[in-house]
């Protein structure tokens, strides 16, 4: 089986800082991309952050140049930086990786169960 477990959240006032980790663990044969979602209250689910295998990374218009995501790779963590933040910044986020659990099944995406983030004005 495959987990992925979120830690880091909490509350901190605004322009503060945080670093949310992301663990995946069990049965991987290979991991792809790794990517941070957040959903605030009464919105729809959207992407903070997303990192490839490669190195490439994308992020939303409202979190460049605050938020930064890297990845350890013999860990299988992906890491979520985040300075400078802002009331609107409030949400749970979930961490996803594409995982490839054995060599001959498809690759899939495992999603975490999602940590607070409370920023205060």
């Known amino acids: 089986q495959v987990q992925v477990v979120e830690s880091g959240g909490g509350l901190v006032q605004a322009g503060g800082s945080l670093t949310l980790s992301c663990a995946a663990s069990g049965s991987i044969f290979s991991l792809n991309a790794m990517a941070w979602y957040r959903q605030a209250p009464g919105k729809q689910r959207e992407l903070v952050a997303a990192l490839g295998s490669g190195g490439s990374t994308k992020y939303a218009d409202s979190v460049k140049g605050r938020f930064t995501i890297s990845r350890d790779n013999a860990t299988n963590t992906v890491y979520l930086q985040m300075n400078s933040l802002k009331p609107e910044d409030t949400a749970v986020y979930y961490c996803?990786?594409?995982?490839?659990?054995?060599?001959?099944?498809?690759?899939?995406?495992?999603w975490g169960q999602g940590t607070q983030v409370t920023v205060s004005s």
């Open positions: 996803n990786a594409d995982i490839r659990p054995q060599q001959i099944a498809p690759m899939t995406r495992y």
